[in-house]
Nanobody, 128 residues
Framework: QVQLVQSGGGLVQAGGSLRLSCTTS????????MCWFRQAPGKEREFVAA????????YYADSVKGRFTISRDNTKNSLYLQMNSLKPEDTAVYYC?????????????????????WGQGTQVTVSS
């Protein structure tokens, strides 16, 4: 069993930055491909970014490409999302998630919507 505990988030003005963290426990994070999703009020859950188990590949939604950076530190069993140039439309609850790696660096990001493990969610609010 794997537990994901999130930290970070909060309220920031448009153009500002925030960093989200997600720490895994129970099993080493290096066994998992990991990602971030978000859900705004009244909207469906939306993919944000993904990272391969080794950190050698990342994948982003077009809406955040160039502004957000996903990274991980497997020595600390931690996942991060650095969010820069934030916009009001980035306002949402953000969730980290983990899925046992497919060990396919070309397609791993396609399967993360049905991740086995999810964090508790953290609110990000961007004011205009």
């Amino acid at each position: 069993q794997v537990q994901l505990v999130q930290s970070g988030g909060g309220l920031v003005q448009a153009g500002g930055s925030l960093r989200l963290s997600c720490t895994t426990s129970g099993r080493p994070s290096r066994s998992y491909d990991m990602c971030w999703f978000r859900q705004a009020p009244g909207k469906e859950r939306e993919f944000v970014a993904a990272i391969y188990w080794s950190g050698d590949a990342t994948y982003y939604a077009d809406s955040v490409k160039g502004r957000f950076t996903i990274s991980r530190d497997n020595t600390k069993n931690s996942l991060y999302l650095q969010m820069n140039s934030l916009k009001p439309e980035d306002t949402a609850v953000y969730y980290c998630a983990a899925k046992a790696s497919t060990y396919n660096i070309g397609t791993y990001y396609r399967y993360l919507a049905d991740s086995n493990y999810w964090g508790q969610g953290t609110q990000v609010t961007v004011s205009s």
